[in-house]
């Protein structure tokens, strides 16, 4: 089978997928991501592949579920087109600051534990009006703003 052919466990066909190195490789620049509906981006053996920064998750327009814990990332960005996302866990990373979750409004699980947030935006959570479970341990929390 041609890397590029899909297949029953390829992202497009199966809703969920387990992204690995190997597979970011194979997938062409027309493999229709659109209907992943989970991705888990779990961290490999060689630490030296951590992800910093988050990016080309816009054409994931379906996507429910994103799960990248155990990573580098420091900063919250390029998550506005997730309009579909009800649960993020971005534990165990460096993020600093909240933000950049605003148009997440069905969000209804948020785990950012284990990052090194000082301040909680209270106008932030005011419009997550379908958050139900949220994850904040283990951070610098100095003030609610």
Known sequence: MSPTSPSPTSPSKAGVA???ENLIKRLSKEENLANI??????LGKDLNKKFRY???????KNLSALHISN??????EKLDK?????????SRN??????????????QVLNISRNQIQTLPAPLMKK??????????YNSLESVS
Do not use: C, P, W
Request: hydrophobic share 45%.
């Open 18 to 20: 387990y992204i690995s």
């Open 37 to 42: 509906k989970s991705l888990n981006l779990a």
């Open 54 to 60: 988050l990016e080309n998750l816009d054409n994931l």
């Open 71 to 76: 990573h580098m990332i420091e900063k919250i």
């Open 82 to 90: 997730l309009t579909q996302l009800r649960e993020l866990n971005l």
């Open 94 to 107: 460096s993020i600093t600051k909240l933000e950049g979750l605003e148009s997440l409004v069905h969000l």
């Open 128 to 137: 997550l009006r379908e958050l139900r479970v949220f994850h904040f341990a």
